[in-house]
């Protein structure tokens, strides 16, 4: 089954921009739905963005909406999410996750059954 690998995390002030890339191991990823979820500590993990299967149309948890942008790039085998107007309350590790299934919107964490290793994002007030 598909891999993934996250990249592009770090420290940025409140306000500032960071873009996250999910890399796949192959170019059947274009059969998955692909999503962002993030995880704080102490918390659990919390559904940020996903890009449909199928026509690549996003969707966004309410707290982010307006501020991050999720894309992906079929002939590199990426996902992306750009984010803007970070916040202190956007800090956490951020996975990028697949799954099959054909429904939509998929926000719950158990149906997704490939997840990155994760990349720290961590927004300075």
């Known amino acids: 089954q598909v891999q993934l690998v996250e990249s592009g995390g770090g420290l940025v002030q409140a306000g500032g921009s960071l873009r996250l890339s999910c890399a796949a191991s192959e170019r059947t990823f274009r059969n998955y739905t692909m999503a962002w979820f993030r995880q704080a500590p102490g918390k659990d993990r919390e559904f940020v963005a996903h890009?449909?299967?199928?026509?690549?149309?996003?969707y966004y948890a309410d707290s982010v909406k307006g501020r991050f942008t999720i894309s992906r790039d079929y002939a590199g085998n990426t996902m992306y999410l750009q984010m803007n107007s970070l916040k202190a309350e956007d800090t956490a590790v951020y996975y990028c996750?697949?799954?099959?299934?054909?429904?939509?919107?998929?926000?719950?964490?158990?149906?997704?059954?490939?997840w990155g290793q994760g990349t720290q994002v961590t927004v300075s007030s």
């Open positions: 890009i449909f299967l199928s026509d690549s149309s996003p």
């Open positions: 996750a697949a799954t099959r299934t054909t429904r939509w919107p998929v926000i719950y964490w158990a149906d997704y059954n490939v």
